[in-house]
């Protein structure tokens, strides 16, 4: 099992950046893709930024320019810098990662943390 936990989520205010943090630990064989999702109320849960592990990088049309995924492939770990932050970016973020012990890879999920952009 690999477990995810992010950290970095808060209050800020519009205009203003965070910066979020996911740590992979556990029985790790290789992780390829990880990258963010986010979940606001009332609405499905969507992609907004991923990384392989070659550091290919994609972002959600909403986010681009806006915000940056980077990895450490040594560390096993994740951020994203989220600048300019609107409050339609307010959501739980959860990090996501893919490991190819197995085929087909198997998908791991931590437990999300909250960003709440507001005045």
């Known amino acids: 099992q690999v477990q995810l936990v992010e950290s970095g989520g808060g209050l800020v205010q519009p205009g203003g950046s965070l910066r979020l943090s996911c740590a992979a630990s556990g029985s790790i064989f290789r992780l390829d893709v990880m990258g963010w999702y986010r979940q606001a109320p009332g609405k499905e849960r969507e992609l907004v930024a991923s990384?392989?592990?070659?550091?290919?990088?994609n972002y959600a049309e909403s986010v681009k320019g806006r915000f940056t995924i980077s990895r450490d492939n040594a560390k096993n770990t994740v951020s994203l810098q989220m600048n300019s932050l609107k409050s339609e970016d307010t959501a739980v973020y959860y990090c996501?990662?893919?490991?190819?012990?197995?085929?087909?890879?198997?998908?791991?999920w931590g437990k999300g943390t909250l960003v709440t952009v507001s005045s």
């Open positions: 990384v392989t592990r070659g550091g290919s990088t």
């Open positions: 996501y990662a893919q490991d190819v012990r197995y085929f087909p890879p198997e998908d791991y």
